[in-house]
């Protein structure tokens, strides 16, 4: 179980994965060794389960990035979920519970890239393609 000086520690690397032991201590109050033990029982414990980065894919050439909610047809969960890994265009997917089984989000070059993905789509099932229009979520105060 997690206490509030590991509350800190994850908060601050949220903020920035990439911060030593030093400046999460001096964030926090803690010594460089106290912030190292502490994560590593977090790893150890899964409770932190890895570190990532964020990507900017309008800058990698990807200019849409879209939610699709998929009704899968009766039979497809097993076919779709061995397949979607080698669709190179998820980059989140779960499965969830009210009419559509699948909530996923996509990045694509353009409508041209969306249509050809939603066709693959459409063998398994039922979807619904939202656009992002922007991303709010550092715009939130926590």
């Given at each position: 179980m997690a206490?509030?000086?590991?509350?800190?520690?994850?908060?601050?690397?949220?903020?920035?994965?990439?911060?030593?032991?030093?400046?999460?201590?001096?964030t926090i109050g803690l010594s460089p060794?106290?912030?190292?033990?502490?994560?590593?029982?977090?790893e150890d414990e899964a409770i932190i389960k890895k570190y990532g980065i964020t990507l900017d894919y309008a800058k990698l050439g990807y200019g849409l990035e879209v939610f699709i909610?998929?009704?899968?047809?009766?039979?497809?969960?097993?076919?779709f979920t061995k397949e979607w890994n080698s669709l190179s265009e998820?980059?989140?997917?779960?499965?969830?519970?009210?009419?559509?089984n699948i909530f996923l989000k996509a990045i694509l070059v353009d409508q041209i890239h969306l249509q050809k993905?939603?066709?693959?789509?459409i063998s398994y099932g039922e979807p619904t393609t939202h656009l992002i229009?922007?991303?709010?979520?550092n715009t939130i105060d926590k």
């Open positions: 206490d509030q000086l590991d509350l800190k520690i994850i908060n601050a690397l949220i903020k920035n994965s990439k911060a030593s032991y030093v400046e999460l201590g001096n060794s106290s912030v190292r033990e502490r994560i590593k029982k977090m909610m998929l009704k899968l047809h009766s039979g497809k969960l097993d076919p998820i980059k989140e997917i779960y499965r969830v519970t009210g009419n559509y993905f939603i066709d693959q789509l229009l922007s991303d709010l979520t």
